[in-house]
C-alpha cells in the first residue's frame, strides 16, 4: 500500500462538502438555485466512482487535496482560490479559464476527471467530452482525406473538452508531421473555449516550473504563452494509487 490512512468520512464532508450557512436575507427571485450543491455532487462523485472502477473511492488526506480543488472550480466556488493545490504565483486564477492539471503518474488524474465527465454528461454547461492525446494522434493519422481532416477538427470544436495526458505524444505523421495537441491548444485559445487538460511532471523534482517549460519546448513558444491565459494551474499530489 503507497497511500496513508482514510479519513474519516466526517473529515471528508467537513472538507469538501460543507453546506454555505445563509446570513443575511436575499429576496426569493434573488435566489438562484444551483444545480449541484457540493454534498450531493460529492455523493455522486463517490458512487459514480465506485459503478465506473468496480472499487470504492480511496480518500486521503492528499486524495481529498486532489479532489477539493476540482470541486470548488466545477462548482465556481470562492473557496477555489485558496485550495492549497491551485498555483497562484505564475498566473491568475479564475472561473473563466480551464485546467491544466499536472501531477505525478497514478494520482487519480484520468480517473477523477472520467468521474466527472460521466456526472456531468447530462448538463449541457458543465458537458465535457474527453480525449487522450496519443489517440488524437492516431485518429489524426487516419485521415485519409481533407475532409476526414475538417470532421476530425469539427469534433473537437466543442465549448469544453478533456484532453488527457498531453507531453506524451508524437507529432502526427500524416503527409508530413503535424503537431495535433498544439494545434488544438492554439485553436481553442482562439475560439475562447474552456479546456482541461492533464499533463505528468516532466521531472523527478516535481516543478511547475520546469513542467511548463517542457511543454514550452514541445509546443513552442506561442502556445506556452497562451497556457498562462487559458488555463488554471493545478498540481495533484500523492503517490501512485495503482495496486
Ligand atoms: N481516490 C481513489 N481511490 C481509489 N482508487 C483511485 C483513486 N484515484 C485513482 N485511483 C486509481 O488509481 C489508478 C491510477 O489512477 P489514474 O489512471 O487516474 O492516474 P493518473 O494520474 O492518470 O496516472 P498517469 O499519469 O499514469 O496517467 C487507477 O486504477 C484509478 O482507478
Ligand atoms: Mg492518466
Redesign the pocket.
Given at each position: 500500500m503507497r497511500h496513508s490512512q482514510p479519513q474519516s468520512i466526517g473529515k471528508i464532508t467537513r472538507t469538501i462538502c460543507t453546506p454555505k450557512v445563509e446570513t443575511g436575507k436575499t429576496s426569493p427571485e434573488k435566489q438562484v438555485k444551483p444545480i449541484f450543491v457540493k454534498q450531493e455532487l460529492w455523493n455522486r462523485f463517490c458512487s459514480e466512482?465506485q459503478k465506473l472502477?468496480g472499487?470504492?473511492?480511496?480518500?486521503t488526506k492528499e486524495?481529498l487535496g486532489n479532489l477539493e480543488v476540482l470541486f470548488h472550480y466545477f462548482l465556481k466556488d470562492p473557496a477555489f482560490f485558496k485550495c492549497k493545490n491551485l498555483i497562484t504565483t505564475l498566473n491568475e486564477p479564475s472561473f473563466d479559464k480551464g485546467l491544466l492539471i499536472i501531477?505525478?503518474?497514478?494520482?487519480?488524474?484520468?480517473?477523477?476527471m472520467k468521474c466527472f465527465e460521466n456526472i456531468f454528461q447530462p448538463i449541457n454547461s458543465f458537458r465535457f467530452k474527453s480525449y487522450n492525446a496519443k489517440s488524437l494522434v492516431r485518429e489524426y493519422e487516419k485521415c485519409a482525406s481533407p475532409m476526414d481532416k475538417d470532421y476530425f477538427f469539427k469534433d473537437k470544436d466543442r465549448k469544453q473538452i478533456f484532453i488527457?495526458?498531453i507531453g506524451s505524444e508524437n507529432n502526427a505523421s500524416n503527409y508530413g508531421l503535424f503537431d495535433v495537441i498544439g494545434n488544438i491548444i492554439s485553436d481553442r485559445y482562439d475560439k475562447n473555449q474552456v479546456t482541461y487538460i492533464?499533463t505528468?511532471f516532466a521531472t523527478s523534482a516535481n516543478s511547475v516550473e520546469e513542467t511548463l517549460s517542457a511543454l514550452g519546448e514541445k509546443y513552442g513558444h506561442r502556445v506556452y504563452d497562451r497556457l498562462f491565459e487559458m488555463f488554471n494551474i493545478v498540481t495533484?499530489t500523492g503517490q501512485?494509487?495503482?495496486k
Open positions: 466512482f472502477y472499487k470504492p473511492l480511496i480518500k486524495i501531477g505525478d503518474v497514478g494520482v487519480g488524474k484520468t480517473d477523477n488527457d495526458d492533464t505528468n495533484f501512485s494509487l495503482r
